[in-house]
């Protein structure tokens, strides 16, 4: 029966042993079990829901299929639409022109014709005015001096005036009709000198009208119809319209795949850390239901506390039966020596016995008696006597006893210190707590080694998943590099962006400022880094020095230069990449004050061949001597109260 107890208790310590450590982390197992099913349920609906996303990245790439954004078409076709419209503007410029020149040529017809009808009255005024007799007309402003005369004189005087004799006084002169043919005359001459104001005015007019017919320009137009221009136009704008939708189609879905992968795999590491957690709670439950036995934390809880308890029962009762144990050893020990005491004092017993005997033999010979009954009758009358005896005895042999027992125990305690058996009963159940201690240690680290070579091989695969993840991203991770800046030469893509628009304003300015500066200077594109902003600043190469500089070194009216030929250079680039957007109008604020009579020359002679092309430049400014190279000015005059305007001619 006590064997089969101590095999039982034997069992519970094993199991307490094995199970100590799932005991004091039981939160921890029974957390595993609340969450296996949560976690199980989770895992499978983030599955679906990465199926779903992977069946709609597998939507969006077969709706990319081959598909690419085809940026180069968009400006092949914007260059194409640009072409056509400056081929339309020339056309459409040039029959603006041929319907100026024709009404300029039918005024300029209407206007002759009106001089030859003034020519032809005119001539036909003076010669009805040579017609007239201006002799006779004199007379009209000497009637009263005639009068005078004829009072004075008679009929066969000689004449004052001719010295010739009067033969008539001349009654007949009719003063009413000279009077009237001289306001003829007046009115003819008053007409002959309208006309000829009028011929003056209309050739002046036709004067006007051959400044502005030489000043039409008909350009050299594309041999297609306006019809044709058009109609490629229109097939050129849809094509663009449609690569443009196409792209943008194509961006959203590279977009929404973009978004989808990201998902994806977002969804695959939460999956992935589901599964890792899902695998721990099993691992956790394996490990538990294997070193317990159970499958219920409630019941292995209550065995568990039930088996504690019976072990600390039957580790009490071990003690007090080891304590009992040893006191019996003791009195064993002592009964041992009594036995061995006794069976030596029987053998002296014995031995006296025998010798007794031999003399009570030899006494009875001696007395003559012959059995037990005569001496019992020599017995009988020495009863005290015996009695005392007997005492002497029984002390000498708790006497002999005594002795033997202290010679037995100085035996035992000879060389030995005399120990307190209260503290040694202490050391005994410290070092039976240390000893339970290590074993409790020992256990927890071989369980924590083995969670550990678990986990480590749980890290191990972890890590290689990750490493074969990192390898399938490098080229994302190192394209994001790239975009961001994290180059050769630090560019970013925006950068990039700008320095590909930046050159082709170069470009377009350097034609410009190589006829305002007389071949001389160029603009170029800095590469180096210089603020954080990588190829963005422009320098000037003077072709005198052969050598660039810092644009800043430049005069003011080279740096006027400068940024009108970079003006114009960005308004080429944004109508070639605008489609179809033309600037019509260029406005310039100041900047020519600055510049020396030759500069100022030739940057009007570029802005005047700029006007040429169709635009209106517009120019303000404080200069007097843009009034004379200005055609068309606006002049602004103020007071103190108000300011006004008009137009005015050069």
Not at 91 to 117: C, F, Y
Not at 301 to 306: C, I, T
Not at 371 to 394: C, F, M, P, S, V
């Given at each position: 029966?006590?064997?089969?107890?101590?095999?039982?208790?034997?069992?519970?310590?094993?199991?307490?042993?094995?199970?100590?450590?799932?005991?004091?982390?039981?939160?921890?197992?029974?957390?595993?079990?609340?969450?296996?099913?949560?976690?199980?349920?989770?895992?499978?609906?983030?599955?679906?829901?990465?199926?779903?996303?992977?069946?709609?990245?597998?939507?969006?790439?077969?709706?990319?299929?081959?598909?690419?954004?085809?940026?180069?078409?968009?400006?092949?076709?914007?260059?194409?639409?640009?072409?056509?419209?400056?081929?339309?503007?020339?056309?459409?410029?040039?029959?603006?022109?041929?319907?100026?020149?024709?009404?300029?040529?039918?005024?300029?017809?209407?206007?002759?014709?009106?001089?030859?009808?003034?020519?032809?009255?005119?001539?036909?005024?003076?010669?009805?005015?040579?017609?007239?007799?201006?002799?006779?007309?004199?007379?009209?402003?000497?009637?009263?001096?005639?009068?005078?005369?004829?009072?004075?004189?008679?009929?066969?005087?000689?004449?004052?005036?001719?010295?010739?004799?009067?033969?008539?006084?001349?009654?007949?002169?009719?003063?009413?009709?000279?009077?009237?043919?001289?306001?003829?005359?007046?009115?003819?001459?008053?007409?002959?000198?309208?006309?000829?104001?009028?011929?003056?005015?209309?050739?002046?007019?036709?004067?006007?009208?051959?400044?502005?017919?030489?000043?039409?320009?008909?350009?050299?137009?594309?041999?297609?119809?306006?019809?044709?221009?058009?109609?490629?136009?229109?097939?050129?704008?849809?094509?663009?319209?449609?690569?443009?939708?196409?792209?943008?189609?194509?961006?959203?879905?590279?977009?929404?795949?973009?978004?989808?992968?990201?998902?994806?795999?977002?969804?695959?590491?939460?999956?992935?850390?589901?599964?890792?957690?899902?695998?721990?709670?099993?691992?956790?439950?394996?490990?538990?239901?294997?070193l317990s036995k159970y499958n219920n934390i409630t019941n292995f809880e209550v065995d568990y506390k039930k088996y504690v308890q019976d072990v600390?029962?039957?580790?009490?009762?071990?003690?007090?039966?080891?304590?009992?144990?040893?006191?019996?050893?003791?009195?064993?020990?002592?009964?041992?020596?009594?036995?061995?005491?006794?069976?030596?004092?029987?053998?002296?017993?014995?031995?006296?016995?025998?010798?007794?005997?031999?003399?009570?033999?030899?006494?009875?010979?001696?007395?003559?008696?012959?059995d037990n009954n005569d001496i019992n009758e020599i017995i009988a009358w020495r009863g005290e006597q015996e009695e005392l005896e007997q005492k002497r005895d029984?002390?000498?042999?708790?006497?002999?006893?005594?002795?033997?027992?202290?010679?037995?125990?100085?035996?035992?305690?000879?060389?030995?210190?005399?120990?307190?058996?209260?503290?040694?009963?202490?050391?005994?159940?410290?070092?039976?707590?240390?000893?339970?201690?290590?074993?409790?240690?020992?256990?927890?680290?071989?369980?924590?080694?083995?969670?550990?070579?678990?986990?480590?091989?749980?890290?191990?695969?972890?890590?290689?998943?990750?490493?074969?993840?990192?390898?399938?991203?490098?080229?994302?991770?190192?394209?994001?590099?790239?975009?961001?800046?994290?180059?050769?030469?630090?560019?970013?893509?925006?950068?990039?962006?700008?320095?590909?628009?930046?050159?082709?304003?170069?470009?377009?300015?350097?034609?410009?400022?190589?006829?305002?500066?007389?071949?001389?200077?160029?603009?170029?594109?800095?590469?180096?880094?210089?603020?954080?902003?990588?190829?963005?600043?422009?320098?000037?190469?003077?072709?005198?020095?052969?050598?660039?500089?810092?644009?800043?070194?430049?005069?003011?009216?080279?740096?006027?230069?400068?940024?009108?030929?970079?003006?114009?250079?960005?308004?080429?680039?944004?109508?070639?990449?605008?489609?179809?957007?033309?600037?019509?109008?260029?406005?310039?604020?100041?900047?020519?004050?600055?510049?020396?009579?030759?500069?100022?020359?030739?940057?009007?002679?570029?802005?005047?061949?700029?006007?040429?092309?169709?635009?209106?430049?517009?120019?303000?400014?404080?200069?007097?001597?843009?009034?004379?190279?200005?055609?068309?000015?606006?002049?602004?005059?103020?007071?103190?109260?108000?300011?006004?305007?008009?137009?005015?001619?050069?």
């Amino acid at each position: 029966m006590l064997e089969e107890n101590g095999d039982l208790i034997e069992s519970k310590i094993s199991f307490i042993d094995k199970t100590r450590v799932l005991f004091n982390d039981i939160n921890k197992y029974q957390q595993s079990y609340l969450n296996i099913e949560r976690l199980r349920t989770e895992g499978e609906q983030l599955a679906d829901e990465l199926n779903n996303l992977i069946e709609g990245l597998e939507k969006v790439e077969d709706s990319i299929g081959n598909n690419e954004s085809d940026y180069e078409k968009i400006i092949e076709l914007n260059n194409a639409i640009t072409n056509i419209n400056n081929e339309i503007n020339v056309i459409k410029e040039n029959e603006k022109a041929k319907a100026e020149l024709d009404k300029l040529l039918g005024s300029k017809q209407e206007l002759e014709n009106q001089i030859n009808e003034e020519t032809s009255t005119l001539k036909n005024l003076e010669i009805k005015l040579d017609r007239y007799d201006k002799s006779k007309l004199d007379l009209n402003d000497k009637e009263s001096f005639i009068s005078e005369i004829k009072s004075a004189v008679k009929i066969g005087d000689q004449c004052p005036i001719c010295g010739n004799e009067i033969q008539d006084l001349g009654h007949h002169i009719d003063f009413d009709s000279i009077a009237k043919r001289q306001n003829e005359i007046k009115e003819i001459e008053a007409n002959i000198h309208t006309m000829k104001s009028n011929i003056a005015v209309h050739n002046s007019e036709i004067k006007f009208v051959n400044e502005k017919i030489s000043n039409i320009n008909i350009k050299t137009q594309s041999d297609f119809s306006l019809e044709v221009l058009n109609k490629r136009l229109l097939e050129n704008e849809n094509a663009l319209n449609n690569q443009r939708e196409l792209n943008k189609f194509i961006e959203q879905m590279k977009e929404e795949k973009d978004n989808l992968t990201l998902q994806i795999h977002n969804k695959q590491l939460r999956l992935n850390k589901n599964e890792s957690e899902l695998k721990l709670c099993r691992n956790l439950i394996t490990e538990f239901e294997t070193l317990s036995k159970y499958n219920n934390i409630t019941n292995f809880e209550v065995d568990y506390k039930k088996y504690v308890q019976d072990v600390n029962q039957h580790q009490e009762h071990s003690n007090q039966i080891e304590d009992k144990l040893i006191q019996l050893s003791q009195r064993k020990l002592i009964e041992q020596n009594n036995l061995n005491h006794y069976e030596k004092q029987l053998e002296t017993y014995n031995n006296d016995l025998e010798l007794n005997e031999q003399s009570i033999e030899m006494e009875m010979s001696r007395l003559n008696l012959t059995d037990n009954n005569d001496i019992n009758e020599i017995i009988a009358w020495r009863g005290e006597q015996e009695e005392l005896e007997q005492k002497r005895d029984t002390y000498k042999k708790r006497y002999h006893e005594f002795e033997m027992e202290i010679a037995r125990l100085e035996s035992l305690t000879k060389d030995k210190e005399l120990l307190d058996s209260d503290k040694l009963k202490d050391e005994y159940e410290l070092k039976k707590g240390k000893m339970n201690t290590l074993i409790d240690e020992y256990s927890a680290v071989h369980y924590q080694c083995q969670n550990n070579i678990n986990k480590t091989q749980s890290i191990v695969s972890h890590i290689n998943y990750l490493n074969q993840e990192l390898k399938d991203q490098q080229e994302i991770f190192q394209l994001a590099e790239i975009v961001s800046g994290k180059n050769n030469k630090n560019l970013t893509l925006e950068n990039f962006v700008l320095i590909y628009y930046l050159d082709q304003i170069i470009a377009q300015a350097n034609l410009r400022l190589a006829t305002m500066s007389d071949n001389r200077y160029q603009l170029i594109r800095r590469e180096a880094v210089s603020h954080g902003l990588s190829g963005l600043e422009i320098d000037v190469f003077d072709l005198h020095s052969n050598k660039s500089r810092h644009i800043s070194s430049l005069s003011g009216g080279e740096t006027f230069q400068s940024s009108l030929a970079l003006a114009l250079g960005l308004s080429e680039i944004v109508q070639q990449q605008s489609g179809g957007i033309s600037l019509e109008s260029i406005f310039i604020d100041e900047g020519f004050g600055t510049l020396d009579q030759e500069t100022l020359e030739t940057a009007l002679d570029t802005l005047l061949n700029l006007k040429s092309t169709g635009r209106m430049v517009g120019i303000i400014s404080h200069v007097s001597e843009l009034k004379n190279r200005i055609p068309l000015v606006l002049e602004v005059k103020s007071d103190q109260y108000q300011s006004s305007t008009r137009f005015k001619r050069n």
